[in-house]
């Protein structure tokens, strides 16, 4: 007798994908764990994705999609790429994990491409060398994903350590400080106690590597074209 396919659509599988990497994390993340919030059977799942790295595809695939829906910028390619810059930070803080997801998945899906292309649009107007235009939108998405990624790994380890040692993660750090010396830790310590590491994962803290980013580039077109 031939199997049927399971009653369940493929959109309320991604919702509740995005529900569990919510709730647990991308660690946590399993098939199994996915079946059971869906109320099916684990190999029911695999009527709609061949893998987990299959659905992580399509997740990644979604958030590409929001991304090019919400970006939108006319300019020259320093206002466009700051757009996207931001338009990507933006979505990627809404959905759990996508930031690991996007670093883990390959550009094998239409919306994906559709985003990588969009990219490459905005640098197509300078004078930069085609290998160079791959690689400013390559470093200006890697220091996107890894400006979220910390922010977001941050929060999680200062609740791990609440969790675990009941102690303010700035007190235990000042103790630790206390304990070294000004050879070894004073610019850190100075920096510290004066709270510039509260900028870390800030609008301003973001703008500015954005900024330097940019001024990078600028500053080899200059170069190319004298």
């Known amino acids: 007798m031939k199997k049927q396919q399971p009653q369940i659509s493929e959109d309320k599988i991604l919702e509740t994908s995005w529900e569990l990497l919510e709730e647990g994390g991308i660690e946590k993340f399993s098939m199994r764990r996915l079946a059971t919030s869906l109320g099916i059977q684990a190999p029911s799942l695999y009527w709609y994705f061949k893998s987990k790295q299959n659905l992580y595809q399509r997740l990644a695939n979604q958030v590409s999609k929001v991304i090019l ?52 649009l905005c640098v197509e107007s300078t004078s930069l060398k085609q290998e160079q235009k791959m690689q400013v939108v390559t470093t200006l998405v890697n220091y996107v994903f890894y400006f979220v990624l910390d922010d977001y790994q941050h929060e999680r380890n200062v609740s791990a350590i609440l969790k675990d040692q009941d ?10 400080l206390d ?12 920096m510290f106690t004066n709270g510039l590491f509260e900028l870390m994962g800030t609008d301003s803290a973001f703008d500015f590597g954005l900024e330097l980013i940019l001024y990078g580039v600028e500053r080899v077109i200059q170069e190319q074209e004298k």
């Open 69 to 120: 829906e919400e970006f939108h910028s006319d300019g020259d390619w320093k206002e466009q790429l700051t757009g996207l810059a931001k338009t990507v930070r933006s979505v990627l803080s809404r959905y759990p994990c996508s930031t690991q997801l996007m670093m883990m998945t390959l550009p094998h899906e239409p919306d994906i491409i559709r985003f990588t292309n969009r990219m490459l």
């Open 167 to 176: 102690v303010l993660p700035g007190d235990e750090m000042i103790r630790l």
């Open 179 to 190: 304990s070294m010396s000004e050879k070894d830790a004073g610019l850190f310590r100075s």
